[in-house]
């Protein structure tokens, strides 16, 4: 798995990094098709997260340098060069490349592969209470990610998660109980964690989300939400 190539970002460095496993999942090539595109959405962001998935690709180099050869599959070959071969908008987004801070450009390269537009170009659809989503489109899997809108000082209805998600903010910042989140920064919750993101004001808050499975909505009218809202 190719790390992200970049110079830098433009702005502030992420305070808040991605985790181990997940780098290393990354750069083994085992992550869902959602978590590769956030990973590689944060490396364009972050050189922290870029040198520590390289250091990472390179103890797999030696490992594999280790393992007695075995013989390829029928097929394999043909199959490594078909990719090879493919046009340059068929390559898999967790080869991302490119270089982070290009001015204009407000989403990550990978983010851009899949939405074929920047922000500006997004159509959300309002949840209602300040909350608009997008769908990231082409998930080939059936991992699940989108986009989360929230209005400048509104804030996301109190929840829990009844599986994982990860959380990284492309423009704006949020503050929950675990602390300020800014561009680049990462969360990840799991159903121990009980938060409710509130955009600072001046500016709404973006950002990308990767879960496993619904949210659950924990306030007073969670119940309701829980019916009719589906994120």
Known sequence: MSVVSARGPAGPIPHHHLSDDLLAGYAAGSLDEASSLFVASHMTLCPECRG?????????????????????????????????????????????????????????????????????????????????????????????????????????????????????????AYRDEAGRFGRGDVELADGDVVHQPKAETGEDCICLAVTDAPLKFTGSLGWLLNIFVKM
Request: aromatic residues 4%.
């Open 52 to 172: 520590r998935a390289a250091m990472l690709e390179e103890v797999g180099g030696v490992l594999l340098a280790d393992i007695a050869p075995v013989a390829m599959s029928a097929g394999a070959l043909d199959a490594v060069l078909s990719r090879a071969e493919a046009p340059a908008n068929d390559e898999p987004v967790s080869l991302a490349g490119g270089r982070a801070g290009v001015p204009g450009k407000e989403l990550p390269a990978p983010m851009r592969r899949y939405y074929g537009c920047d922000l500006d170009g997004i159509a959300w659809e309002r949840q209602g209470g300040g909350v608009s989503v997008a769908a990231v489109p082409g998930l080939r899997d059936g991992s699940h990610a989108f986009m989360l809108k929230v209005e400048a000082g509104r804030a996301v209805p109190q929840h829990t998660h009844r599986g994982n998600e990860l959380v990284m903010v492309l423009k704006g």
